[in-house]
C-alpha cells in the first residue's frame, strides 16, 4: 500500500485516525494519496470497508476513486457525489421520517423556472432562464429563502441578472409549483436529507454508526449547504474520522456559492487535525510549474495567503509559448496548425486541449481544426452516454446482441467490425464528414464507441475472455451507469470551468484579452482574483507543451484595441509586473498600480536551518521553518517593535502598517547592515526602503528607537493605503503576525 508514495502521499496514506487535511497542489497525485490511504485503513484493520463514505462532485471523479479503490483491494467503499449519497440516504429513510413515496426528482429545473417566471408576471427571454436558474441554485445552496434573497444579493455583492425583487418572485413561485406538483430538485435532495438528521437523532445516529469515516475530495468547493450536511454525517464533533482535500488556489466556483472557507479554517474548527501538504508536481514540467507559480506569486486575498509552492518532479520540458495575434480568425487558425504539427510530431490528439474563458469561443475554433481536416471533442457540453446518437446506438448494438445472428454483423470478422456494421445503419463513415457543428460531433460520438469496441476486444482477448457483442454491450452499460465515457480521439476544445481535473500533453489557452480573462462582469478584488485562479487552474492543466495567445481584434481590419490579460503582466517577455489597467480598484485594475521593479518570488524557498521547502507565507519570510531555531536578535526586534509603534503613532495608522510581525522577525534574524541587504526581506518594497530604510539600518546598527524615529522624515503625499500596497506587493500571500491584526485587505 504504501510503497511508491512519496514521503508527503505516505503521511497522509499513514495518518487513519481523528481528522486530517490535506493541502494538495495541482498534479500532486491527491487522488493516489487519499485513495492509498483509505486502502492502507482497510488492509491494518482500521476501517471497515462498509463504513468509509468517500465523498466528491462529479460522477466522473466518483467513478475514478471506486476503480482506483477496487485496484488497490478496497472493496466495499463508498464513493459518490454528494447528491448521490444523500439521494440514497433520502430514499430509504423518507418513509420512515415523512411517511409516503419520495417526491419524484426533477432533473432539469430551466422549465420550471420559466413556468415560475411566467406565473410571477415576468416576461423572460430564453437566455435569461439560465441566469435566474443559476440564481435559484445559488440562494439554495448558501441557503438564503426567497424573502431574505434582495438583502442577501446587496450583502454579497453579487451582481443580479435582474431586479432582484422579480427574482426573489420567480423563486418563492418555483418552491411553491414543486410544493404542488410534489416534486424536488438537486438542492432539495441535500435540504431535506440535512433536515431529517437533524430533526431525528436516531436516524442520524444510524448513519453515522453505518459510515464512521469520510473523505471529501476537493474541499475547496464545498457549499454552505453541503458542509451543513457533512455535519450531520460526521457529527460535526472536532475529533471526527474526517479527512478533507482541497487546494484553495483552485477555487473557481464561488459564483455557485461554493467558498474555501471551511478549507482554510479547518485547523480552527479542528484543532488536533493532521495537516500534510502535498506540492511535489508529478504532472507538468518546471517550465509549467514555473509560470504557474509566478501567476499565483501576483495574488491576493485569503486564497492567496495559502497558496503552495509547487516543485516540478519532472524532466525540463519546453518554454511556454506567448503569441499575439492580430484578430481572432487568426489566432484560431494558426492554432489549428501548431496542433496539426504537434500531431505530425507523435502527440496524440486526445492529448491536445484548446481552453478559452466562455463556451462562445469554441465555433472559430471548431472551424479551424475542420478546416484542416482535424478531429475534435466538446467537452462540458452534453453527457456522452445523454447524447441522442449515443443512446440510439446503444438501442441498436443491443438488439444485434440479443439477436445473435444478426445479418448486419454475420460477415464482421471482429468486434470492432460488428459495431461498425451496426452504426453504418445510421450514417456512420469511416472517415469524418467535411466541416464542424452538429454532424461531425455526431460523428465523433460514434467513433468513440467503434474505439471503445477495439480497446474492449484487445482487453479481453489479453485475458483470455471472449469479447463478443453483448459482452460490449454490458460493459457499455456499466460505464453508461457510473458516466465514465470513452475518450473522444480528438483535440478537446473547453472552457476553462470544464478542464477542471483533467490534463493533457499540450495545453492552448486562447483569447486571453482583458474583458474575458478576466471577464468584465468581475468587478470585486474577489472576483478578479478568482478570475487568475481560473488560469492557474488551465496553466497546471498542461504536461510539457504550454502556449497563450491573445488577438488584438475580434475581426480581420478591426481596431486593434484589445490589451493581453492582466495576469500575463511580469510573465510575458517585455511586459512588466502589475501595469495598471485604468479604472483602479477593483473593476479595470483589480487593485494597486505595482511597482515596476517588484522581486516576485517564483522558485522554491528552503529552511535556512534543515532545508525543507517552504510553503507557509510567514516560513517563506522568515525563509525557515517555524520549529526549527531562531537565531533571532531579541534585543534587536524589541527595538524594531518599540520604534514601530512610535511611527505609527505619530502616522495615526495601524502599526502593521509600517511593518508586519513578520517582515520585523525576518529583520531580526538577518541584521542587514546595507540597504541592498535590507531590500531582499520580504515585506520591505521600494517605498518603505526608500522611508523607513535609513531608520532600520540605524536599530539594525544599536541605535535607539527614539532617535532612529527622529531622524526618519515622511515622504509627501503617502497614505496608510500605499504602504499596506507596498507590504502586499512584495508579500502577496503573508500573513500578519499578530491574530489581533487584521489583514491588508481587510484594512
Not at 406 to 426: G, S
Not at 567 to 580: C, E, I, V
Not at 715 to 720: K, R
Request: net charge negative.
Amino acid at each position: 500500500m504504501l510503497a511508491g508514495l512519496d514521503p508527503e502521499q505516505r503521511s497522509v496514506a499513514t495518518a487513519l485516525h481523528g481528522p486530517v487535511c490535506v493541502l494538495a497542489g495541482a498534479g500532486t497525485g491527491k487522488t493516489r494519496a487519499i485513495t492509498h490511504r483509505i486502502a492502507y485503513g482497510v488492509r491494518s484493520g482500521v476501517f471497515q470497508p462498509q463504513q468509509v463514505l468517500a465523498v466528491t462532485f462529479t460522477a466522473r471523479a466518483a467513478g475514478e476513486m471506486r476503480g482506483r479503490l477496487r485496484q488497490l483491494g478496497a472493496d466495499g467503499v463508498q464513493a459518490r457525489t454528494f447528491h448521490a449519497a444523500a439521494l440514497r440516504q433520502l430514499q430509504y429513510f423518507w418513509p420512515r421520517a415523512v411517511g409516503g413515496e419520495v417526491p419524484r426528482l426533477l432533473e432539469r429545473k430551466v422549465q420550471l423556472v420559466a413556468e415560475a417566471a411566467g406565473r410571477s408576471g415576468l416576461r423572460v427571454q430564453r437566455t435569461e432562464l439560465r441566469d435566474l436558474t443559476g440564481e435559484i441554485e445559488w440562494a439554495k445552496v448558501t441557503q438564503i429563502v426567497p424573502d431574505d434573497y434582495p438583502v442577501a444579493v446587496v450583502k454579497s455583492g453579487r451582481e443580479a441578472p435582474r431586479d432582484p425583487a422579480e427574482i426573489a418572485r420567480v423563486y418563492a413561485t418555483y418552491e411553491q409549483t414543486k410544493r404542488d406538483r410534489n416534486v424536488i430538485d438537486f438542492e432539495d435532495v441535500l435540504l431535506l436529507t440535512a433536515a431529517i438528521l437533524e430533526d431525528r437523532p436516531e436516524i442520524a445516529e444510524r448513519v453515522r454508526a453505518q459510515y464512521r469515516h469520510f473523505t471529501v475530495d476537493e474541499y475547496q468547493d464545498v457549499s454552505p449547504l453541503q458542509q451543513r450536511l457533512l455535519d450531520q454525517w460526521t457529527g460535526g464533533g472536532a475529533g471526527a474520522s474526517l479527512c478533507v482535500v482541497g487546494d484553495a488556489s483552485q477555487t473557481i466556483y464561488s459564483f455557485t456559492g461554493a467558498t474555501p472557507d471551511y478549507l482554510l479554517n479547518f485547523r480552527i474548527k479542528h484543532p488536533d487535525a493532521t495537516v500534510v501538504k502535498l506540492i511535489r508536481d508529478y504532472r507538468s514540467t518546471p517550465q509549467v510549474v514555473h509560470l504557474a507559480n509566478g501567476l499565483l506569486a501576483q495574488a491576493r486575498g485569503e486564497a492567496a495567503r495559502h497558496r503552495l509552492e509547487l516543485v516540478s518532479q519532472r524532466p525540463a520540458g519546453p518554454e511556454p509559448v506567448y503569441v499575439e495575434y492580430a484578430d481572432e480568425p487568426t489566432e484560431a487558425e494558426s492554432t489549428a496548425h501548431r496542433i496539426k504539427e504537434l500531431l505530425a510530431q507523435g502527440v496524440r490528439a486526445s492529448e491536445i486541449a484548446v481552453l478559452f474563458r466562455t463556451n462562445g469561443q469554441s465555433e472559430v475554433y471548431e472551424q479551424a481544426l475542420a478546416d484542416l481536416g482535424l478531429s475534435y471533442q466538446l467537452k462540458g457540453a452534453e453527457r456522452f452516454f445523454e447524447r441522442p446518437e449515443v443512446r440510439e446506438a446503444g438501442l441498436l448494438l443491443r438488439g444485434a446482441a440479443r439477436a445473435g445472428s444478426d445479418p448486419l454483423t454475420a460477415d464482421a470478422p471482429d468486434l470492432a467490425a460488428q459495431v461498425r456494421a451496426v452504426l453504418a445503419t445510421r450514417g456512420f463513415t469511416a472517415t469524418p464528414p467535411a466541416g464542424s457543428g452538429a454532424v461531425r460531433e455526431r460523428w465523433e460520438s460514434l467513433a468513440a464507441l467503434v474505439r471503445l469496441a477495439e480497446e474492449f476486444e484487445a482487453a479481453r482477448q489479453a485475458a483470455g475472455e471472449p469479447g463478443d457483442l453483448a459482452a460490449y454491450v454490458a460493459e457499455l452499460d456499466a460505464r453508461a451507469a457510473a458516466q465514465h465515457a470513452p475518450a473522444v480521439e480528438g483535440v478537446t476544445l473547453a472552457s476553462l470551468h470544464a478542464a477542471k481535473g483533467l490534463e493533457w500533453d499540450a495545453v492552448f489557452l486562447v483569447g486571453l484579452t482583458e474583458g474575458t480573462l478576466p471577464i468584465i462582469y468581475a468587478k470585486t478584488d474577489e472576483q478578479v482574483e478568482e478570475e487568475r485562479r481560473l488560469l492557474y487552474v488551465g496553466v497546471t492543466r498542461a504536461r510539457e507543451h504550454l502556449s497563450l495567445s491573445w488577438a488584438l481584434s475580434r475581426s480581420p481590419g478591426g481596431r486593434a484595441s484589445r490589451k493581453p490579460s492582466r495576469f500575463l503582466d511580469g510573465l510575458r517577455p517585455g511586459s512588466t509586473a502589475g501595469a495598471a489597467r485604468g479604472a483602479g480598484r477593483g473593476g479595470a485594475d483589480g487593485g494597486a498600480e505595482r511597482s515596476a521593479g517588484r522581486r516576485a518570488p517564483r522558485g522554491p524557498v528552503k529552511c535556512r536551518v534543515c532545508g525543507r521547502t517552504l510553503t507557509e507565507a510567514v516560513e517563506r519570510k522568515l525563509r525557515r521553518c517555524e520549529d526549527c531555531p531562531s537565531q533571532m536578535d531579541e534585543g534587536l526586534y524589541e527595538r524594531l517593535r518599540e520604534w514601530r509603534s512610535q511611527r505609527a503613532k505619530e502616522q495615526a495608522v495601524p502599526a502593521y502598517v509600517i511593518f508586519t510581525d513578520a517582515t520585523l522577525m525576518a529583520i531580526a534574524e538577518d541584521a542587514p547592515s546595507t540597504t541592498g541587504e535590507l531590500s531582499l526581506i520580504s515585506g520591505v518594497g521600494a517605498m518603505k526602503l526608500d522611508k523607513y530604510g535609513a531608520a532600520v539600518l540605524s536599530l539594525c546598527a544599536g541605535e535607539d528607537p527614539g532617535q532612529a524615529s527622529a531622524e526618519a522624515e515622511d515622504l509627501p503625499g503617502e497614505t496608510a493605503g500605499d504602504l499596506a500596497a507596498d507590504d502586499a506587493e512584495q508579500a502577496p500571500q503573508e500573513l500578519s503576525g499578530e491574530p489581533s491584526e487584521p489583514s491588508v485587505d481587510q484594512s
